[in-house]
């Protein structure tokens, strides 16, 4: 079964949603309650926050990327909800600056990649995958990769790009666990 990357450019079924919120180095070690909210409806489904809630979502990661600015999370999150408010340059940047903070983090490659491809930048979207696809440490890291490498090759394809499924997949499907 192929990933479904949604027109925001993110996997419609992300991650559980179970722990992230515990996860994430905010000022008093977790969210509020207000922000896990947020956060959680993010993960559902990325189209439900309206303009309100994703600007106090934004407020609040970037007064948690201030105060833990190493945080690759942190920004991996900012980033989501960025590119959703269509604010795709500084989206990118902290992605990309997720990535450079923490180059063997899985997740922040595997979005970086997802919001390349919602770019349309699909040879960089697949660089990133294929990364990811390296970094991974199981099998359901190894699966989201390999599905994601699959949707950038189809991607490609229809857009008349170089085909390349088989080297892209092929390249992913050694890391599986």
């Known amino acids: 079964m192929m990933s479904s990357v949604g027109t925001d450019g993110f996997e419609e079924n992300p991650l559980p949603v179970t722990s992230v919120a515990a996860d994430l ?3 008093g070690a977790t969210p509020d309650r207000q922000t ?3 956060l959680l409806s993010m993960f559902r489904d990325s189209q439900a926050l309206g303009a309100v809630d994703r600007r106090d979502l934004i407020t609040q990661l970037r007064g948690a990327v201030e ?4 945080a690759a999370e942190i920004r991996v999150l900012l980033g989501m909800v960025l590119y959703v408010d269509s ?3 500084e989206a990118l940047e902290q992605m990309r600056e997720a990535v450079h ?4 983090y899985f997740i922040a490659r595997l979005k970086l990649g997802e919001m390349l491809v919602g770019l349309q930048l699909y040879d960089q979207a697949a660089e990133e995958t294929q990364k990811a696809a390296q970094l991974a440490s199981d099998r359901a890291q190894s699966d989201l990769a390999r599905r994601q490498a699959a949707a950038i090759c189809d991607l490609l394809q229809q857009s008349g790009g170089r085909s390349g499924r088989k080297s892209l997949v092929s390249r992913v499907m050694p890391s599986r666990r």
């Open 25 to 27: 180095p905010f000022e």
């Open 36 to 38: 896990s909210r947020l």
């Open 67 to 70: 105060t833990g600015p190493a």
């Open 87 to 89: 604010q795709t340059e």
């Open 101 to 104: 903070r923490a180059p063997d």
